[in-house]
């Protein structure tokens, strides 16, 4: 048994125009690449596209590499992830796999309260694959709290897990404050465990599970990313290994300036020191500038110029990063907390009318109601009936009071 496990594709994620076919091409590479290499079947762990409703061009570009697989005799299997889902609840996945172009695997039913999910069987391998959508903010954390694994866990045979949620005991640094779930949300005794939403590649292996993978990005999704990764790629699983093969779209190449103590001159001649024995032909790339200059400000730095050297050396395209880079003039503004900022500018306006401290007090109440958050899973028709319904407490409370 051979097969592929893509994550998080993202076609159509790049606004940029240079950059917008990018993630389709590496989706027809890696398609190309199980195709060649003749694999059992693709396992799509969410974020196929970059959006719920997809450009033309981006679903003409998966339905015709789908169909070729269709063609070739791989099934593909998926579910929706986070991007996939529109606020309906709806996702092209379905529309996909009613055109026969792939299957969603997450199917089952409701028992008592308890979701019971089912086994898609590949025909071709006899590999048992089930798996959880995956939602914005983790609001499949219902899901998971609601599952039945018993069923699962005692399947015999091969059997695939698919999942497009972060796992708390897997998270890379850097993403701290990425929602998640703990390990034990996932159903245990499977084979293999593929993974999506993690835009990083990822291989454990954690007792009483089988190999947990994420592939990462299939392309880059944002400038830290390229400037990390340079490219994507995706897992080919073999006998419960998984190797992963990296897929090539452009040249990337980034460029790091400490721009620290000194002017934006000398950051200038640094970048076209550094340039002088590098490659730019049909390449991104990245430039990110930290530190604190000595003098003048970032806008003294002369990037036109900069740009106009790398484009002139075949650069394909450029992109700057400068949100670590400061000017000595600048200077930090303590502001305060938002609630400390709010009182100040009701005190400050305030005084400008005559109201008791009661009518003083109640205003600040009522702001304070009004900065309540939406909860999850809370639709907006209720939350909106639950503010005004507590305003209209406070305000004939004090009513009765005065």
């Given at each position: 048994?051979?097969?592929?496990?893509?994550?998080?594709?993202?076609?159509?994620?790049?606004?940029?125009?240079?950059?917008?076919f990018?993630?389709?091409?590496?989706?027809?590479?890696?398609?190309?690449?199980?195709?060649?290499?003749?694999?059992?079947?693709?396992?799509?762990?969410?974020?196929?596209?970059?959006?719920?409703?997809?450009?033309?061009?981006?679903?003409?570009?998966?339905?015709?590499?789908?169909?070729?697989?269709?063609?070739?005799?791989?099934?593909?299997?998926?579910?929706?992830?986070?991007?996939?889902?529109?606020?309906?609840?709806?996702?092209?996945?379905?529309?996909?796999?009613?055109?026969?172009?792939?299957?969603?695997?997450?199917?089952?039913?409701?028992?008592?309260?308890?979701?019971?999910?089912?086994?898609?069987?590949?025909?071709?391998?006899?590999?048992?694959?089930t798996?959880?959508?995956?939602?914005?903010?983790?609001?499949?954390?219902?899901?998971?709290?609601?599952?039945?694994?018993?069923n699962?866990?005692?399947?015999?045979?091969?059997?695939?897990?698919?999942?497009?949620?972060?796992?708390?005991?897997?998270?890379?640094?850097?993403?701290?404050?990425?929602?998640?779930?703990?390990?034990?949300?996932?159903?245990?005794?499977?084979?293999?465990?593929?993974?999506?939403?993690?835009?990083?590649?990822?291989?454990a292996?954690?007792?009483?599970?089988?190999?947990?993978?994420?592939?990462?990005?299939?392309?880059?999704?944002?400038?830290?990313?390229?400037?990390?990764?340079?490219?994507?790629?995706?897992?080919?699983?073999?006998?419960?290994?998984?190797?992963?093969?990296?897929?090539?779209?452009?040249?990337?190449?980034?460029?790091?300036?400490?721009?620290?103590?000194?002017?934006?001159?000398?950051?200038?001649?640094?970048?076209?020191?550094?340039?002088?024995?590098?490659?730019?032909?049909?390449?991104?790339?990245?430039?990110?500038?930290s530190?604190?200059?000595?003098?003048?400000?970032?806008?003294?730095?002369?990037?036109?110029?900069?740009?106009?050297?790398?484009?002139?050396?075949?650069?394909?395209?450029?992109?700057?990063?400068?949100s670590?880079?400061?000017?000595?003039?600048?200077?930090?503004?303590?502001?305060?907390?938002?609630?400390?900022?709010?009182?100040?500018?009701?005190?400050?306006?305030?005084?400008?009318?005559?109201?008791?401290?009661?009518?003083?007090?109640?205003?600040?109440?009522?702001?304070?109601?009004?900065?309540?958050?939406?909860?999850?899973d809370?639709?907006?028709?209720?939350?909106?009936?639950?503010?005004?319904?507590?305003?209209?407490?406070?305000i004939?409370?004090?009513?009765?009071?005065?």
């Open positions: 048994m051979k097969f592929a496990h893509l994550g998080d594709c993202h076609i159509g994620g790049w606004r940029e125009p240079r950059l917008s990018m993630a389709a091409k590496a989706f027809e590479k890696a398609i190309d690449t199980t195709i060649e290499k003749n694999l059992d079947f693709v396992l799509i762990t969410g974020d196929l596209f970059n959006t719920s409703l997809p450009g033309i061009d981006n679903l003409k570009v998966a339905v015709k590499k789908l169909r070729e697989l269709k063609d070739r005799g791989i099934q593909a299997y998926a579910i929706a992830g986070s991007h996939d889902f529109s606020p309906s609840g709806r996702t092209i996945i379905d529309v996909l796999e009613h055109a026969g172009l792939l299957i969603n695997v997450v199917k089952g039913s409701v028992e008592n309260n308890r979701l019971k999910l089912n086994f898609t069987i590949d025909k071709k391998t006899g590999a048992k694959i798996g959880m959508v995956g939602k914005k903010g983790m609001l499949e954390r219902n899901y998971y709290e609601n599952l039945e694994k018993a699962l866990e005692q399947e015999p045979g091969y059997k695939i897990f698919m999942f497009h949620t972060a796992l708390s005991e897997l998270k890379p640094e850097g993403l701290d404050k990425m929602d998640s779930a703990p390990l034990s949300y996932l159903p245990k005794n499977f084979n293999y465990y593929a993974g999506g939403h993690v835009h990083d590649v990822i291989q292996n954690e007792k009483g599970y089988g190999l947990i993978t994420y592939p990462g990005a299939l392309f880059p999704a944002n400038f830290k990313e390229l400037e990390k990764f340079g490219n994507g790629g995706f897992f080919i699983v073999e006998n419960s290994k998984a190797e992963w093969q990296p897929i090539q779209v452009s040249n990337v190449l980034s460029m790091k300036i400490n721009c620290n103590l000194k002017s934006p001159q000398e950051v200038e001649q640094e970048i076209f020191e550094d340039m002088k024995h590098k490659e730019f032909f049909n390449t991104i790339v990245t430039i990110r500038l530190g604190k200059l000595k003098e003048g400000t970032i806008s003294d730095i002369d990037f036109r110029q900069i740009y106009e050297r790398i484009y002139a050396k075949g650069a394909y395209f450029i992109m700057k990063n400068t670590g880079l400061e000017s000595k003039e600048f200077h930090a503004v303590k502001v305060g907390s938002s609630d400390e900022i709010e009182h100040k500018l009701i005190e400050e306006n305030i005084n400008q009318i005559k109201i008791s401290q009661d009518e003083k007090k109640l205003i600040h109440e009522l702001m304070h109601l009004l900065n309540k958050e939406k909860e999850e809370e639709k907006a028709a209720d939350f909106e009936k639950r503010v005004v319904e507590d305003a209209l407490k406070v004939e409370i004090k009513k009765k009071a005065l």
